[in-house]
């Protein structure tokens, strides 16, 4: 980790009471450490925009499993993938309603693409690709 420099910042009187009002909200001790959450989400986006870089991510499926063949084509698909499927958690909502998260890591272009083949597969209710860093250059 580097040498911590203290710098400052100009704000619009009202930007800075919205500002002090969300890290009251979000419960941030410090200024300084909720812009220092900023930066590294800023950062973080700007990584994913790198399509060869590795990411890490997470998809959520909600899904019929009496649909026809759904879970096998579910399946079918991850093993397709299985480079960059860490591992997969499954949960039987209720009698029809399966949960199942898949923990990811990989090029960006790869984990973007498994994402889309899931949640658009015929019979999948709702799915959401949530993306993440690796961690590596984020201090």
């Not at 419960?27 to 870089?53: F, G, H, M, P």
């Not at 923990?103 to 658009?120: A, E, N």
Request: overall charge negative; charged content about 30%; glycine content about 6%.
């Amino acid at each position: 980790m580097g040498q911590t420099i203290r710098f400052g910042v100009s704000l619009d009187s009202e930007l800075l009471e919205k500002f002090d009002a969300l890290c009251e909200e979000k419960c941030y001790q410090t200024r300084s450490e909720a812009i220092r959450d900023l930066i590294r989400n800023t950062l973080v986006q700007k990584e994913w925009e790198d399509t060869d870089r590795e990411i890490a991510g997470t998809l959520t499926l909600v899904y019929d499993h009496h649909k026809s063949d759904l879970a096998q084509r579910l399946t079918e698909i991850q093993h397709d993938a299985h480079d960059v499927i860490i591992s997969t958690i499954h949960a039987h909502l209720d009698h029809d309603n399966c949960l199942e998260v898949l923990l990811l890591k990989g090029p960006g272009t790869s984990i973007r693409t498994l994402g889309q083949r899931l949640i658009s597969t015929k019979g999948v209710k709702h799915g959401k690709l949530t993306l993440t860093t690796t961690g590596k250059d984020i201090i």
